[in-house]
């Protein structure tokens, strides 16, 4: 069949009981909070594509960056962001972002988020919270729940969602592809009209509409073999926003955590920076610390450059892993106080058979945040029109060339609030959407072979992670081009071949992502934050002190402004 046959007919389809108000896309916080917020003038859909609470959001440990301490300033606050961000942060978003922290703060206690108290009444913070250090932060601005802090956002948010009258949840179901002017044949300005979206129950494809469309949809860590991230950060937004012609920026900034757990049956799970916040030290596997070749700040010194450092020394012994110590022979730190400060850690490595107060942890790093994505304004809205992003999708200016450790939950709820006030104020005068074409399965037949996918899923995901990730060359991103060029045909005619399942979409999109990330890599002749490139390891602020951006149908750029 042809790929004509893929494309919606141009009969309305049987799916106006799918128009809203606003479509949210991802039940993430971003997706939530503007939800809850939008939910106060209008009927809002929530799509996502496992259960509700499979995030990003879920799995966050740390805890959420927000000045609360007096001793600490927004202006501290601005320049560790701003000193992470190695140049290509936007002051001014910085600033926005960080002045909205305490509102943030009260916005989540207000929908039932609890944050941990001072330990004891001396306890360094502002009398009403426990304040973590993490990597990069000169300050103890670290609100958290102990080491489950998303657990919490995502239990608090997700039960006023269930509870709203004018929020329809609908789970299981993934969004294909976002629907837009141009696409479904109107004439004029193009927008986003809503999404296609794949039931996985029924295997129906149904057109969710709205005037205003929320993407929320995480990020991608799932491009690259190791990650930390959950099995839905498969990148589905920005494809989506990409293939809608809506502008990408910075895709090359991948971060990784410097400490996912080492181990066979541990997937994905990290140790979050606050452990070394608490005085754990980077090892050799013969206890040998050695951070301190690499940084003043040693142990807490930015993600970038511990990570660069693990890989540098897991390339120069030869070993898998490194240690992360937080026993009480070399930290003095009392096993209760570990056991009491991260109980989810402790319970985790346990099961594995490592008790972390009597013996270090094995840790490697792992793909975790996309500083890049979807370039939104102050407003949060996209430069397709109607489409607004928030949260780990998005590319707002705050995290730059680096993100600082806890700002990108902070990030999630600004954007979302900011957002949500924007789409209410606007939502009066964009036009209802009418009929837009169903979606048509043409002559795709079923999968008879999934084989494919998970072959070309597991090669996009090893050739990104040995070419494309903490440490790259011109000639590794070359390779990983041409991987590229091999697979997009074969996965392109498979999806075009074959009736969509959540898999099938999941690969597209991958693909899309990775080549997206490649594009850029290669494109940013210098080496900045997380982008490490053996061929031009310096800075170069004269030719790529900007954003990097990207749109379909075109080669990167870098931004004028
Ligand atoms: C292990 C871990 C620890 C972290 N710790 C911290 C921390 O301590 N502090 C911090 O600030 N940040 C932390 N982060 C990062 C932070 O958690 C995320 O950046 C943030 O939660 C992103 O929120 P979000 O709402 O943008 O996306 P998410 O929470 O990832 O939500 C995305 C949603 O979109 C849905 N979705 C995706 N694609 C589709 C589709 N095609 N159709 C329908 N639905 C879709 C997903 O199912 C999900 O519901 C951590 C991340 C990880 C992985």
Redesign the pocket.
């Known amino acids: 069949m042809t790929s004509a046959s893929r494309q919606p007919s141009p009969d309305p389809g049987p799916d106006a009981s799918h128009a809203f108000d606003f479509l949210v896309?991802?039940?993430?916080?971003?997706?939530?909070h503007y939800a809850l917020r939008v939910a106060e003038v209008g009927d809002v859909a929530i799509?996502?594509?496992?259960e509700?609470?499979?995030?990003?959001?879920?799995?966050?440990?740390?805890?959420?960056?927000a000045v609360s301490d007096p001793e600490d300033s927004f202006d501290a606050h601005v320049e560790d962001t701003m000193n992470a961000g190695a140049g290509l942060c936007r002051e001014d978003t910085v600033r926005f972002v960080v002045e909205r922290g305490p509102d943030a703060i009260a916005a989540l206690r207000k929908n039932g988020v609890e944050f941990d108290p001072p330990r004891t009444p001396d306890s360094p913070g502002a009398g009403e919270f426990d304040l973590a250090r993490?990597g990069g932060h000169t300050q103890r601005r670290?609100l958290?729940k102990a080491d489950a802090?998303?657990r919490e956002?995502?239990r608090a948010l997700l039960a006023r969602v269930r509870a709203h009258p004018r929020i329809a949840l609908f789970e299981d179901?993934?969004?294909?592809d976002l629907i837009t002017a141009t696409k479904s044949g109107r004439t004029g300005t193009n927008r986003a009209l809503g999404?296609y979206?794949l039931e996985a129950s029924t295997g129906e494809v149904h057109a969710y509409t709205a005037p205003i469309t929320m993407l929320?949809?995480?990020?991608a860590?799932k491009i690259y073999l190791y990650?930390?991230?959950?099995d839905?950060?498969?990148g589905?937004?920005m494809a989506?926003a990409y293939r809608a012609g809506a502008t990408l920026a910075n895709m090359e900034f991948m971060q990784f955590?410097p400490t996912c757990l080492f181990h066979p049956q541990a997937k994905?799970?990290?140790i979050?920076?606050?452990v070394r916040g608490e005085g754990g030290i980077l090892c050799r596997r013969d206890g040998e610390p050695f951070m301190q070749d690499y940084h003043a700040m040693r142990d807490l010194a930015p993600r970038d450059v511990v990570a660069r450092a693990i890989d540098t020394e897991l390339k120069r012994t030869g070993d898998d892993y490194v240690v992360l110590d937080i026993t009480a022979d070399t930290t003095g730190r009392d096993p209760s106080f570990v056991r009491g400060r991260f109980p989810m850690i402790f319970e985790r490595c346990l099961k594995y058979g490592i008790d972390i107060t009597r013996e270090p942890i094995p840790v490697v790093p792992a793909a975790?945040?996309c500083c890049g994505g979807v370039r939104t304004n102050e407003r949060g809205e996209s430069d397709l029109p109607n489409l607004f992003a928030?949260?780990?999708?998005?590319s707002t200016g705050l995290h730059g060339a680096n993100r600082l450790?806890?700002?990108?939950?902070?990030?999630?709820i600004v954007y979302?609030d900011t957002a949500a006030g924007e789409s209410i104020r606007r939502s009066p005068e964009v036009a209802p959407v009418d009929d837009v074409p169903a979606w048509t399965h043409g002559e795709a037949t079923p999968i008879h072979e999934a084989v494919v996918i998970t072959q070309n899923w597991d090669e996009i995901r090893r050739f990104m992670w040995n070419y494309v990730g903490i440490v790259r060359s011109d000639r590794r991103l070359a390779r990983a081009q041409h991987r590229i060029d091999m697979l997009r045909e074969e996965i392109n005619e498979f999806y075009w071949n074959f009736r969509v399942t959540p898999e099938l979409?999941?690969l597209r999109?991958l693909a899309t992502v990775a080549e997206l990330v490649v594009q850029s890599a290669a494109f940013r002749k210098e080496s900045r934050g997380l982008h490490y490139n053996l061929d031009h390891l310096d800075r170069d602020d004269e030719r790529f002190g900007r954003d990097t951006l990207i749109q379909r149908g075109d080669t990167p750029w870098i931004s004028p402004t």
């Open positions: 896309i991802g039940s993430g916080l971003a997706g939530m799509i996502t594509k496992r509700a609470s499979d995030s990003a959001t879920d799995w966050a440990q740390g805890g959420i960056a993490e670290i958290h802090t998303g956002i995502e179901h993934c969004a294909i999404a979206v929320a949809t995480g990020g860590g990650t930390s991230n959950p839905v950060a498969s589905d937004g989506m955590h994905s799970f990290l979050t920076e606050a975790h945040y928030a949260g780990e999708v998005t450790a806890s700002n990108s939950l902070l990030e999630a979302a979409i999941e999109n």
